[in-house]
């Protein structure tokens, strides 16, 4: 009876993680404080067990248009630029050193910008997206 009840109830929270993280629910309760946690638990389950690999709101993500571009690189250099300022480090110390980046969301510019400058070893790490695993040396940038 016992293996019964387990079953169920772990069929039961398998279909609420799937209806939770399915995104036709969004517009009808997006407000809802309690169904944004909820559907990042499911949807983070969903990624765990390797049956979604997608970024959170980026799984059907396009290529910005030419137009956006460069606005786009310019932000990022200007995000840069504010790194080295408020840690008061310049461009020129930046080589050789270590640098740890805390949520550089979908692209990996400023972890890569750090390293364009010299750092030794840029690692940026993000909760919401897909592990990536690469080498600079195997880039070919170095």
Same mark, same amino acid.
């Given at each position: 009876m016992k293996t019964w009840i387990r079953r169920g109830a772990l069929v039961f929270v398998m279909i609420a993680l799937v209806a939770v993280a399915f995104p036709a629910w969004k517009p009808l309760v997006r407000k809802s404080r309690w169904y944004v946690i909820a559907s990042n638990v499911g949807q983070d389950s969903l990624r765990r067990l390797g049956w979604k690999s997608d970024q959170i709101d980026q799984g059907a993500t396009a290529a910005p248009p030419d137009s956006q571009i460069a606005p786009q690189i310019a932000r990022m250099h200007s995000v840069y630029e504010k790194y080295?300022?408020?840690?008061?480090? %310049?461009?020129?110390? !930046? %080589?050789?050193?270590? !640098?740890?980046?805390l949520g550089p969301g979908f692209t990996m510019t400023v972890p890569l910008l750090f390293a364009a400058d010299g750092a030794s070893y840029v690692v940026g790490i993000d909760k919401f997206v897909p592990t990536i695993r690469s080498s600079i040396r195997a880039c070919g940038t170095r």
């Open positions: 080295l300022r408020y840690s008061g480090t %310049a461009r020129a110390d !930046v %080589a050789g050193r270590r !640098v740890l980046e």
